[in-house]
């Protein structure tokens, strides 16, 4: 990777990617593509270039790829699980209509294209524990079929065109920089929020509901070792299971309660995220990422809590 362009570089990923990417390469050389309305702030806004670049238009892409000779597209656009549910044709439009402009620019100016997928690619239908990297994908939201498409189109442009296409499935990420942003698994980032702000919360999603979770310093570290991996190792592409640790509402609850003792939850279950949640695996099997470019998680439950509750009381002053 010489020079990057990361479209939606001020959401939930992309805010903390573009600046894990301007750490380990020039800074000028990781363009922030924002869309009027979400501009880079701070930090982001200083450390290196940012360009308008709308996901559906085109020309527009284009036009930055041209201007910076970019060569690697992380391709970040999309709505959440739970905000897709209520704008599916906006989800769709983004979603795989974005991602078709994408990879026609990286076809046309040779590209390589990194477009993340998710544990909502899988369904009801698809083995709860320990899911396959190659299985049954049959999703019942639309943010779930705008992946389950989204990974077999950047197959299609790898296997037809060439085009460098590469992803993972992330789990839910929980992230002490950015804000839940409308996703199922959100409230195991909220949870921490509430712990250090108010030693209390209310939990949306059922006890008892597994769902595969990662910290976000892995999944930064993922998506660059996934692009930076030799190309000849690769089995898969669209896209690779990986795994950090899989828990469930009260096994999180505990987890902060070992750095906030007089912490306490309760429930008030969210039908609509607690139907998204049903429906999503348990865990992952993640062999094909170890085997195919040596994945390997450094966070469990309790260094995450550890670490989250640390910067989150240095913010706030608790």
């Known amino acids: 990777m010489k020079n990057i362009l990361i479209i939606g570089s001020t959401g939930q990923i992309g805010s903390e990617l573009t600046m894990k990417l301007r750490e380990t390469y020039p800074s000028g050389n990781v363009i922030a593509g924002y869309i009027p309305g979400a501009e880079p702030k701070g930090i982001l806004a200083e450390s290196g270039p940012a360009e308008v670049v709308d996901i559906t238009n085109a020309q527009q892409i284009g036009e930055v790829v041209d201007k910076y000779h970019v060569d690697t597209i992380y391709n970040l656009a999309a709505l959440l699980s739970a905000v897709a549910e209520a704008k599916p044709q906006l989800a769709w439009h983004i979603g795989l209509g974005g991602l078709f402009n994408v990879l026609e620019i990286a076809r046309e ?3 390589a ?3 993340p997928s998710s544990i909502g690619a899988f369904g009801n239908d698809t083995p ?3 899911t396959p990297q190659d299985t049954l994908q049959r999703p ?7 992946k389950v498409a989204g990974e077999l189109l950047s197959d299609y442009y790898f296997k037809r065109f060439g085009v460098d296409t590469r992803s993972v499935r992330f789990p839910g990420l929980i992230s002490n920089v950015t804000l839940p942003g409308g996703g199922t698994t959100d409230y195991a980032v909220d949870i921490y929020y509430a ?4 030693g209390k919360f209310v939990c949306p999603i059922k006890e008892g509901t597994y769902m595969d979770m990662m910290y976000m310093p892995d999944a930064l570290r993922a998506a660059i070792e996934l692009m930076e991996a030799d190309p000849t190792r690769l089995v898969h592409r669209n896209s690779f299971n990986i795994a950090s640790m ?3 509402p009260s096994q999180i609850a505990a987890a902060v309660k070992r750095q906030i003792p007089n912490f306490e939850m309760t ?3 969210d039908p609509l995220r607690q139907g998204i949640a049903e429906s999503w695996p348990n865990s992952l099997d993640d062999t094909c990422a170890r085997q195919e470019w040596d994945w390997k998680p ?3 439950i309790d260094t995450m809590s550890e670490d989250m509750v640390r910067i989150l009381k240095a913010r706030y002053n608790k």
């Open 128 to 130: 709860k524990d320990k």
């Open 195 to 198: 712990a250090v702000k108010e």
């Open 267 to 269: 429930y008030d279950v």
């Open 298 to 300: 450094q966070f469990d």
């Open 113 to 115: 294209v990194f477009t």
């Open 109 to 111: 100016k040779d590209c």
């Open 140 to 146: 019942k939201t639309m943010y779930g079929v705008t």
């Open 246 to 248: 899989s828990f469930e």
